[in-house]
């Protein structure tokens, strides 16, 4: 079952790439005392995620910060390259994006959020969502109904709810 609105984000562990190679980075640590916008995709360089997701949240990056939000995380089940990459192709490492690893599917499992399609290779991978979550607590959860779609999970559909 999904996580939503109310529910304790799940701790764990992801990854970032840092100025001498990958890192651990803990959601309990990264969340706490603090508010975060995060959003989840299926895949790095995949078309709707590439396109549209990532650049909605480079769009509405100031007004986040202008609601109080302290930082924005994009998370997909992709190694630390190719999220490293991936944030260098979008411009969005640049536009203070945090692009987070999780490799092992892990966190997309304890949120309930993955989701296996088969016929074009997406093995575990995350629903598209987007969440606020504030000190470890998640207060607004966006889910898409299908992982093609950026509508209710994009950032200027996030940043009404706050």
């Known amino acids: 079952m999904a996580l939503s609105k109310g ?12 100025a001498d190679g990958p890192e651990q980075v803990s959601l309990s640590d990264l969340t706490k005392g603090r508010k975060i916008a995060l959003f989840a995709v299926p895949g790095a360089f995949t078309p709707t995620c590439h396109s549209a997701h990532v650049p909605s949240f480079m769009r509405t990056k100031d007004q986040f910060m202008a609601k109080g939000v302290d930082e ?3 998370v997909s089940v992709n190694d630390v390259f190719v999220m490293a990459e991936w944030g260098k192709a979008t411009g969005a490492t640049d536009a203070g994006i945090t692009m987070l690893a999780d490799g092992d599917s892990s966190f997309t499992k304890a ?6 399609a088969e016929p074009v290779g997406l093995m575990a991978r995350s629903k598209r969502y987007a969440m606020i979550v504030d000190d470890g607590v998640i207060t607004s959860m966006n889910e898409e109904a299908s992982p093609g779609e950026c509508e209710v999970s994009a950032g200027e559909a996030l940043l009404e709810t706050l």
């Not at 529910?7 to 840092?18: C, E, I, N, V």
């Open 7 to 18: 529910d304790a984000l799940p701790s764990g562990t992801l990854q970032r790439m840092g």
């Open 72 to 74: 924005i995380i994009c």
């Open 111 to 116: 949120m309930g959020m993955d989701f296996t």
